[in-house]
């Protein structure tokens, strides 16, 4: 039952990832920024304050079951399932999405706010690639997230550069702050045996088994895809809502 959760998982992600070609414009930050330029509310800010809005119950479980990049990356792993070295170069994003704020902010303070709402902004018909040159764009994009995740391990690029990582995990950190009921990891170090394979199938390579026997289930880089709860043979890590 639990390991259909992550075939579903799997699937749904990997569904997400092969529609790309129709949804990439909703799921772009730079099409935020070409809105915001113009003073237009695209798809993608409307799905940016989706995002953000579901981290204050829901954690990064975006990340774990509908980043179409995230699901992009799970497949990686058939050619690289290091994890990744982490530590201070988690940090990056953190400055990418500065960055990325930045330039909304000031985008938008010149073309004098929003003005107009349009989702389906710069898709032909609500689908995004329609032209074979916006394919270059495509293969650009994901053959760079392609070799974050080769050269630098599992889900490098969510560790190192994603921006939309770090609103969720702001969204994370505010609901931490306030404590009220959200989605989270529960582990029981009394049923743990120690036998690492929660850390071994992690996606984002945390050390797990360290998280369970030290009881701090809680970290800024868990996607809550519940890959850990589902292989553990003593049900010692489970989904919670409580606060
Ligand atoms: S899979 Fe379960 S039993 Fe094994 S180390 Fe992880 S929590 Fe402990
Ligand atoms: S700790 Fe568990 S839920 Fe969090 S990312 Fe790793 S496998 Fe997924």
């Not at 290091?82 to 930045?102: A, E, H, M, Q, T």
């Not at 985008?107 to 690639?129: K, R």
């Not at 743990?192 to 996606?203: D, F, H, I, Q």
Request: aromatic share 12%; charged share 15%; net charge positive.
């Amino acid at each position: 039952m639990v390991m259909k959760r992550q075939q579903m998982r799997k699937a749904l992600i990997l569904l997400l990832f092969t529609s790309i070609p129709a949804t990439l414009f909703y799921v772009s930050p730079i099409i935020l920024l070409m809105g915001t330029s113009e003073g237009i509310a695209t798809g993608s800010m409307i799905l940016f304050i989706i995002t953000f809005l579901s981290s204050l119950i829901l954690g990064r479980f975006w990340c774990g079951w509908l980043c179409p990049m995230g699901g992009f990356q799970e497949l990686c792993e058939g050619i690289q399932d290091k994890p990744v070295s982490g530590g201070r170069l988690n940090l990056i994003k953190y400055g990418v999405w500065v960055f990325w704020v930045i330039l909304i902010i000031s985008t938008l303070l010149s073309a004098g706010g929003i003005h107009s709402v349009n989702i389906f902004y710069s898709t032909t018909s609500g689908v995004s690639l329609t032209e074979p040159i916006s394919y270059l764009v495509y293969f650009i994009i994901f053959g760079g997230i392609f070799l974050f995740a080769i050269i630098s391990g599992k889900r490098g690029f969510c560790h190192y550069i994603c921006p939309t990582c770090v609103l969720l995990i702001i969204g994370r950190k505010v609901r931490n702050l306030f404590r009220w009921p959200a989605l989270h990891l529960s582990g029981d170090n009394n049923l743990c045996t120690g036998c690492s394979r929660c850390s071994t199938v992690c996606p984002m390579g945390l050390d797990v088994k360290e998280m369970v026997e030290k009881g701090q289930m809680e970290n800024t880089e868990c996607i809550l895809c519940a890959s850990c709860s589902d292989i553990c043979p003593k049900n010692a890590i489970t989904y919670d809502f409580r606060n």
